[in-house]
Nanobody, 121 residues
């Protein structure tokens, strides 16, 4: 059993910062890509940022220059530093990992339960 647990969400004023953390635990043999997604009210869940095991990074255009994704492979953790937050960043943020759990030859997609980020104007 693999679990991803996010932390660090909350309420912040526009222009402020938050740091999200996600810890993966359980039967983990290897983690490939890890990423952060978000679902704003009434919208679908969209990619925010993704980082490969080798450190290659992709960001959605709307967060470039403001958000920074990083990971600690030894601790099976991924982080999202969010600066210069805007009201439109308000969403539930989900951690994702492509994880080899020993049950299959290919990695499986695992998701955290989500953490609410609310940015007030």
């Amino acid at each position: 059993q693999v679990q991803l647990v996010e932390s660090g969400g909350g309420l912040v004023q526009a222009g402020g910062s938050l740091r999200l953390s996600c810890a993966a635990s359980g039967r983990i043999f290897r983690i490939d890509d890890m990423g952060w997604y978000r679902r704003a009210p009434g919208k679908q869940r969209d990619l925010v940022a993704k980082i490969t095991s080798g450190g290659r990074i992709n960001y959605v255009d709307s967060v470039k220059g403001r958000f920074t994704i990083s990971r600690d492979n030894a601790k099976n953790m991924v982080y999202l530093q969010m600066n210069s937050l805007k009201p439109e960043d308000t969403a539930v943020y989900y951690c994702n990992g492509e994880i080899y759990d020993g049950a299959a030859l290919t990695p499986r997609d695992y998701w955290g339960q989500g953490t609410q980020v609310t940015v007030s104007s």
